[in-house]
């Protein structure tokens, strides 16, 4: 059954093979792609510069003063409860039949738990009491 599928296929198909790794798979795509974006040609040309050149390894790192500056402490705070917020967005609430049988399920599991726990220190108390006096 499965020849007749080889057979039904195009021929092309025969001569490509499918990628093994993450990596060629990841050229394979990229290579299907129609065209980049200006900023990823441009971290690329930049890549490749700094790939280039050899001298560039043994230098020390660049000082930290041309870095950004950090938002404020209470920028901090508002951009995270703004993400928060967008977070709690995307949540798909339940419904209140939903939230019942939820809570219902919950209660009877804890209930089982709690009186499995009780008989096993019941019975293990026994144990104990029988064994050392």
Avoid at 39 to 54: N, P
Avoid at 67 to 77: H, N, T, V
Avoid at 80 to 96: A, M, Y
Avoid at 97 to 108: R, S
């Amino acid at each position: 059954m499965s020849e007749g599928r080889e057979q039904d296929q195009p021929e092309e198909r025969e001569g490509a093979s499918r990628p093994v790794t993450a990596a060629a798979r990841r050229e394979r795509r990229a290579s299907s792609r129609p065209a980049a974006r200006k900023d990823s040609a441009e971290s690329k040309s930049a890549k490749s510069d700094a790939s280039d050149d050899g001298e560039k390894k043994g230098r020390p790192t660049k000082a930290r003063d041309n870095q950004e500056k950090r938002p404020s402490l209470i920028a901090q705070l508002f951009r995270f409860l703004r993400e928060v917020v967008g977070e709690l967005r995307k949540v798909i609430w339940p419904t209140r039949k939903q939230l019942v049988t939820y809570t219902g399920v919950v209660l009877v599991f804890v209930v089982f738990m709690v009186a499995l726990v009780w008989a096993l220190d019941l019975g293990f108390g026994a144990a104990v009491f029988k064994v050392f006096g």
